[in-house]
């Protein structure tokens, strides 16, 4: 067996193997560290693959774990506890993906990596671990959010190494990923930029647009005119400037001249490709990111194989370097890559804990519980009621707000609804719908609801969230009672002065709302500059507003009955 380095960390006594170089098979070598145990023999391999630099992950063996809000907290080293994964006498095999870091060849826009999908990388890179003499031939993999995404799409091309995967906070619809409910989101363009508490993606000279590479200048630029004649891009300075200097951020350029969903993002989507999936699949979640819960949860329906699905508690960020779950991911991987018979499969398939009782809800699907859809109406005064208003609108007029441009105010205006206090504890576990009546004086707004569990102290905590461009209002055929569905693949300017009924889908979530707590619904077309929640997240996890002022107008009377549709459990329905 090959010579190695050697390093302490924390106590432990670590072999290193540097920059080993990985063949693919068109001849393009990937590039790989390698840590693990010093003593001279084989043993299984986690593999983490990505576009944010090896170097980058192995500060996990420097620096303590940190939270949100440290300013010290980076997005991108998500790899794993390197010096946990050699204790737990695993290989920990972090390779750069083509393209990026030290690796060979053109990554070209976000997932179509030189020509050749990152899931065909990462099977020629799993098989090439597999024949190392360090190396047993049972292979899994280890990352969260980015790192999570490249594991479903090495497991959709079945390498026969590959025995198991274990998935935390990944990302999966990558149209979803950018655009909640058709409104653009920050946060991968820090992932890939640097930004907000990210290192970004280990560009090199090699990292190009997918669009520059397939259009012709001149179709470019009559994409970027589009582009820049949507009022809320011409006003972000930010877009502005990569839209006119594309090379200077060419994966972050892709993404704005894609506004909508269809076959540039559906053609790698990992939930597309999830029926392919036959080995065993661990998904594990936290609340508070509904976009990457609802995604999960899809991905967990389309799997084949054995699985386990893991909704865990509240805040929504791990940790950066990320040490959490790996106690329930080493219990995983030593039953399905070791052997070891200790009950990893048994017990229910899906664990969700539910905010408020912070007890587990178990079940054999999402939601593991039997639920009930029972709407709360919206009310004047700013009321939310069981019961529906029985006034019309010329009695019961509109609640309304006027938001000005964040071009020239940092005051967001936000509508706000509560219940009575609950008289006894009210669960509720699922997905959820918000059916808003309004009127706005413009072609075009957002809206953006907040869900919060309000105690009588006033302390809350979010619950969950939903997004909708107006002009993305459609429905399609998926759209049931309490769990509505938009393709996003056109849209339609809504008519100034006309009353429209628009139907946000209201993110995955598991609360119980205690004797004495109010349901809390606050509706805005922007998002407050800080706030409890916001802290939470990086500075960049925040939408493109709206770049125009927008009068808006909320009807909630006997003829509009804006409400919300929330699925209680048949359980706590009946306590």
Request: net charge negative; hydrophobic share 35%.
């Amino acid at each position: 067996m090959a010579e190695f380095e050697t390093l302490d960390a924390g106590g432990e006594s670590i072999a290193v193997r540097k920059n080993l170089e990985v063949p693919m098979r068109d001849g393009v070598n990937l590039i790989a560290d390698v840590y693990h145990g010093t003593e001279n023999k084989p043993r299984p391999a986690l593999v983490a693959l990505s576009p944010y630099g090896k170097e980058l992950q192995a500060m996990a063996l420097t620096m303590p774990a940190q939270r949100r809000p440290s300013p010290m907290w980076d997005g991108c080293i998500e790899a794993g506890d390197i010096t946990r994964v050699v204790k737990e006498d695993y290989a920990h095999v972090i390779g750069d993906l083509r393209g990026t870091g030290h690796a060979e060849g053109e990554h070209i826009g976000n997932y179509n990596a030189g020509g050749v999908s990152l899931g065909q990388d990462a099977y020629d890179f799993i098989e090439w671990v597999a024949e190392q003499p360090w190396c047993d031939g049972n292979v899994g993999m280890i990352g969260i959010s980015y790192f999570g995404s490249m594991q479903v799409l090495a497991a959709a091309e079945r390498p026969p190494h590959l025995k198991a995967i274990f998935v935390s906070g990944g990302h999966y619809d990558f149209y979803e990923t950018t655009y909640h409910g058709g409104i653009m989101w920050f946060m991968p363009r820090a992932a890939r930029e640097g930004r907000g508490g990210d290192s970004g993606w280990a560009f090199t000279d090699n990292v190009k647009s997918r669009m520059l590479e397939t259009f012709s200048p001149g179709e470019i630029q009559e994409r970027v005119a589009e582009r820049l004649a949507d009022p809320d891009v011409a006003a972000w300075p930010n877009l502005v400037h990569v839209l006119n200097y594309p090379k200077n951020h060419e994966a972050w350029f892709d993404i704005i001249t894609n506004e909508l969903d269809g076959e540039w993002y559906e053609e790698r989507n990992p939930i597309t490709l999830a029926p392919n999936i036959d080995i065993p699949v661990y998904l594990q979640i936290d609340q508070g990111r509904g976009w990457t819960m609802d995604g999960t949860i899809e991905l967990f329906d389309a799997l084949q194989g054995p699985k386990k699905l893991d909704i865990g508690s509240y805040p929504p960020m791990q940790s950066r370097p990320f040490i959490e779950e790996h106690d329930k991911m080493f219990r995983w991987y030593d039953y399905w890559l070791k052997g070891i018979e200790n009950g990893a499969m048994d017990g229910p398939p899906v664990n969700v804990f539910v905010e408020g009782s912070r007890k587990i809800a178990s079940g054999e699907q999402w939601p593991p519980l039997p639920v009930e859809y029972r709407p709360l109406y919206l009310r004047p005064r700013r009321k939310l009621s069981f019961e529906p208003e029985l006034m019309g609108p010329e009695y019961a007029a509109p609640d309304g707000f006027y938001q000005a441009p964040l071009t020239v105010t940092d005051k967001v205006e936000i509508l706000r609804w509560d219940t009575e206090p609950f008289d006894k504890p009210t669960e509720m576990i699922g997905t959820g719908a918000a059916h808003i009546f309004a009127e706005i004086d413009q072609d075009d707004t957002n809206f953006i609801l907040r869900m919060w569990d309000t105690a009588p102290n006033g302390k809350r905590q979010l619950i969950t969230t939903g997004y909708l461009k107006a002009s993305h209002r459609e429905l399609d055929e998926r759209t049931t009672e309490g769990n509505p569905y938009h393709p996003h693949t056109r849209t339609e300017p809504v008519e100034p002065g006309s009353i429209e009924e628009y139907v946000l889908r209201l993110y995955p979530f598991a609360n119980t709302f205690r004797q004495g707590h109010r349901l809390t619904v606050e509706l805005s077309n922007a998002e407050p500059l800080a706030d409890e929640h916001n802290s939470l997240l990086p500075p960049d996890a925040f939408h493109l507003p709206v770049g125009r002022p927008v009068t808006h107008k909320i009807y909630r009377d006997a003829k509009h009955q804006s409400r919300l549709v929330l699925p209680f459990t048949v359980k706590g329905l009946e306590e």
